[in-house]
């Protein structure tokens, strides 16, 4: 079946460490996306990607990095400069930018600890 | 700026009462506008969504949804709500090259 898997499902991670969380998608998809999602904030975005090699900052960059060596990957590191980093994070990724809706993982909780 | 506003953070309803959802975005260009859901325990998933023709869409479980281009609204209905409806409700907008949501709405309904 085609689909987004994010891995892994729970991270704990220790102040001060980085830690790269996995979006893999097997649809063919041109574009992925990184959101995190708190409680009574909605999704935010993270970094968007529309071709391989090439990303976007999205509204709350700040503290993350990320890559697109293959069209099928989109992993995200949350680096120790991340301020407030426990939260939900959701890999998306869709057809034109988009404009056609999203597809999304089952998401990530880190725990910073 | 874009954005999307929901109306509501919590509804609490009893199971076959008529729900409505309010929401409005902030954007200058053509949109695609879509609800997604969120039921407990699982990840998000299209509800419906609007791209162009008939300002009234339907989605799937009985949701509809109806774009009002003047009031900039996207607003979700059911006509009569179950239990299994409890769940988060986004509203979204596609704007430009990346999709907008909206803080979301926490719907619990009551057997």
């Known amino acids: 079946d085609g689909g987004i898997t994010q891995s892994p499902k729970y991270l704990f991670r220790k102040e001060g460490q980085n830690v790269t969380l996995s979006c893999e998608q097997n649809l063919n998809h041109d574009a992925m996306y990184w959101y995190r999602q708190d409680p009574g904030q909605g999704l935010r975005l993270i970094y968007y990607s529309q071709i391989v090699n090439d990303f976007q900052k999205g509204d709350i960059a700040e503290g993350y990095s990320v890559s697109r060596e293959k069209k099928e990957s989109f992993p995200l590191t949350v680096t120790s400069a991340q301020k407030n980093p426990t939260a939900f994070y959701l890999c998306?990724?869709?057809?034109?930018?988009?404009?056609?809706?999203?597809?999304f993982g089952s998401g990530t909780r880190l725990t910073v600890v | 700026a874009q954005s999307v506003s929901q109306h509501n953070h919590h509804v609490i309803l009893s199971e076959a009462a008529s729900l409505e959802l309010g929401c409005n975005y902030s954007y200058g260009g053509t949109v695609n506008l879509f609800w997604y859901v969120q039921y407990p325990g699982q990840h998000l998933q299209l509800l419906l969504k609007y791209f162009s023709g008939d300002p009234l869409v339907k989605g799937i479980k009985g949701f509809e949804a109806e774009f009002i281009k003047s009031k900039f609204s996207f607003n979700l209905r059911k006509p009569s709500v179950q239990w299994s409806d409890t769940a988060e409700y986004f509203c979204?907008?596609?704007?430009?090259?990346?999709?907008?949501f909206g803080k979301g709405t926490r719907l619990h309904i009551l057997p």
């Open positions: 979204a907008v596609n704007a430009g090259d990346k999709i907008i």
């Open positions: 998306a990724s869709s057809y034109s930018a988009g404009h056609y809706g999203y597809t």
